[in-house]
């Protein structure tokens, strides 16, 4: 069974730093592409980053480029996010997704931020 | 790549069927994928590749399109239907896109 397990959210202050993980298992990691999407409360799904299986390749969404990090460890199973100088707007739950078939096909069941003081 | 679904929100009965559309801002083939959330719950992937249902999915949902026009169809909604309804594109990235959202009520 495929299990995308997220953790490391919490309350963070602006300007503060917060690691997300996301714990896979029930497939083999190292052959899928990973994604974050997050989604502020009340609002609409937003895509943050995307990783190759590889990790060779990356991008991000333009709201989060040069604060945000994102990576893997295949060995691992694991996919992370590096947040820094985090702002109230990104306040969200975070969810790490399975990239398949041109879709997310698997979600976890996300782990909330929230920036504030 | 802009992607608009109306109706934003609908009403609707249990049985009734239901056409929800999704509208790029420029072609995206058929890469384009809609997803089902439900209230505190991660999203669940029902069609991808445009027209393909996901394993598990139950046939009453369907979509169409290609370019810039797509749509999801219920056939006879059920009362575990009821939810939020969102479009992705996946041709063109990054970066990869969703539609606002349409939420699906019971009238």
């Known amino acids: 069974e495929v299990q995308l397990v997220e953790s490391g959210g919490g309350l963070v202050q602006p300007g503060g730093s917060l690691r997300l993980s996301c714990a896979a298992s029930g497939f083999t990691f190292s052959s899928y592409e990973m994604n974050w999407v997050r989604q502020a409360p009340g609002k609409g799904l937003e895509w943050v980053s995307y990783?190759?299986?590889?990790?060779?390749?990356?991008y991000y969404a333009d709201s989060v480029k040069g604060r945000f990090t994102i990576s893997r460890d295949n060995a691992k199973n694991s996919l992370y996010l590096q947040m820094n100088s985090l702002r109230a707007e990104d306040t969200a739950v975070y969810y790490c997704?399975?990239?398949?078939?041109?879709?997310?096909?698997?979600w976890g069941q996300g782990t909330l931020v929230t920036v504030s003081s | 790549i802009q992607l608009t679904q109306s109706p934003s929100s609908l009403s609707a009965s249990v049985g009734d069927r239901v056409t929800i559309t999704c509208r790029a801002s420029q072609g995206i083939s058929s890469y384009l994928a809609w997803y089902q959330q439900k209230p505190g719950k991660a999203p669940k992937l029902l069609i991808y590749?445009?027209?393909t249902l996901q394993s598990g999915v139950p046939s009453r949902f369907s979509g169409s399109g290609s370019g810039t026009d797509f749509t999801l169809t219920i056939s006879s909604l059920q009362p575990e239907d009821f939810a939020t309804y969102y479009c992705q594109q996946l041709n063109s990235y990054p970066p990869i896109t969703f539609g606002q959202g349409t939420r699906l009520e019971i009238k």
């Open positions: 990783i190759s299986s590889s990790g060779s390749t990356i």
């Open positions: 997704a399975r990239f398949n078939l041109a879709a997310n096909d698997y």
């Open positions: 590749a445009a027209s």
